[in-house]
């Protein structure tokens, strides 16, 4: 019997879609599964783009360009400059979603064993994109009492070592919701600036953010112009997860001609994903008022339900669609479960993302979850009503 690889082996599973066959099993006995697991909005993709893609007239779905369709770059670099960051479409690659991206990222920038510090909790697949890679992630610690606000600078300083090559952060972050500032970005910049490491930025949630406040890009610190990298991705932007087009964005001239040879390697990115992702870039502002006025309603009913459930807390995201929560639970994992194998509610149960898999630090997380709020708000009351009553029987509740 041959042996499976070391890398394999290790490869951590998805925290968000490990419990499936449980979920699915429990749907099997007709029991309602609320799925607050996972980043799958139940808002429409915008019609123009599905159009694009219905009228696209092609005999030969053929090859794009590796770095991606010429006009759909040039669109893209349009909508970038709309928002303030300025680059043109000879600094974007296209890629096969956002994760393809992080990939072309780790491989360009960092050698096996080399380090990327990323503040925790984070999402998931960064430790599996690293593992694939031969990355260490070191993490770390941002804490739900400050609602996972960057750490203070002096604490990436004291883990930086020579292996030290990167500094990721997602913004507004998954899984937390928390929306970094300007004045947080700047301070971070000083770091990158004075060791000359890579900052990798996964700004793919840069469209929803709440209660005023204004997204500031990684691009837009002009000191550490040839140290950046964007990562980003249609999929949350317009509701279209499963085109799977996303983009790797550097002014860096020496970075972005290795990350095309990554990029070659693979071929190119998706012809019809591609066609609809250009058509998105036209989606008019209304529809994004919209999008925000309801996930601004579905985070005031999860926050509020749950910090009203006795012994949790759950901090108010500015950004984003997820929330992390602080439970009276044993372990997340076992909770997890049992809400699928064990309870139900009326024929209802919910399904959660447990956050051990959003750290690398092993053992945190436990008495974490990660909430998605994807679902119209009448789904979400009763998914909140289900969480309360789960909480009330669950063997391992702490007093």
Known sequence: MPKISKKGLEMPSSPIRKLVPYADVAKQKGIHVYHLNIGQP??????????????????????SHSAGILSYRKKLAQYYNSVGINITENEIIVTNGGSEAILFAFNSCLDPDDEVI????????YNGFAQSCGVKVKPIYSTIETGFALP?????????????????????????????????LIALSKIIEKYDIFLFADEV??????????????????????????LDSVSKRYSACGVRVGAFITRNKELYATAMKFAQARLSPPTYGQILAEAAVDTPKVY????????LARRNT???A??????????????????????????SDLFCQWLLEDF?????????????????????????????????VEDLVEAMKCLAEALKVYPGRKL
């Open 42 to 63: 139940d808002i429409e993709t915008p019609e123009g783009a599905i159009n694009a893609v219905k009228q696209a007239d092609l005999k030969v779905v053929a090859y």
């Open 152 to 184: 203070p600078i002096e604490e990436f300083e004291k883990i930086i070592t020579p292996k030290t090559k990167a500094i990721m952060i997602c913004n507004p972050n998954n899984p937390t919701g928390y929306l970094y500032s300007k004045e947080e």
């Open 302 to 304: 999860v926050v509020k």
């Open 344 to 376: 139900n509610h009326n024929g209802k149960t919910v399904m959660l993302a447990p956050a051990t898999g959003f750290y690398s630090s092993k053992g945190e997380g436990k008495d974490e979850v990660r909430i998605s709020y994807c679902l119209n």
């Open 306 to 331: 749950i910090n009203a459930m006795p012994g949790c807390f759950c901090p108010t995201p500015k950004g984003a669609f997820y929330v992390a929560a602080r439970l009276p639970i044993d372990d």
């Open 205 to 230: 949630y840069r469209e929803f953010c709440y209660d005023g406040a204004e997204h500031f890009s990684v691009m837009q610190l002009s000191n550490i112009e040839q140290n950046v990298v964007l």
């Open 288 to 295: 994004f008022d919209r999008v925000i006025k309801d996930y």
């Open 118 to 125: 990323i503040p925790e909790p984070f999402y998931a697949n």
